[in-house]
């Protein structure tokens, strides 16, 4: 089953130092993870520019989809995979 999360609430993320996804944090949990995949999304929708580079992952509680904002820089949880 997977969940699409409505508002796609910030999360924090733990990049290493050739700047790759390593671990995220949400609803007070760290997550370690492996990217299994990544694609950049740039759209003009609606007259709000959409700019975000999008990470599956998969960790050992969950499979996950997040993106990086690049308009406005922040990491959010889009949706998770049981």
């Known amino acids: 089953m997977t969940r699409l999360l409505r508002e796609h609430p910030p999360i924090e993320v733990e990049l290493?130092?050739?700047g790759r996804l390593v671990a995220f944090r949400w609803n007070g949990l760290r997550e370690p993870v492996e990217v299994c995949n990544r694609w950049r999304v740039e759209e003009a929708w609606w007259g709000q520019p959409i700019a975000r580079d999008y990470f599956k992952l998969v960790g050992s509680r969950w499979?996950?989809?997040v993106y990086h904002d690049r308009v406005d820089g922040t990491w959010r949880l889009e949706r998770l995979y049981d």
Do not use: G, Q, W
Request: charged residues 35%.
């Open 63 to 65: 499979l996950a989809l």
């Open 16 to 18: 290493d130092t050739d």
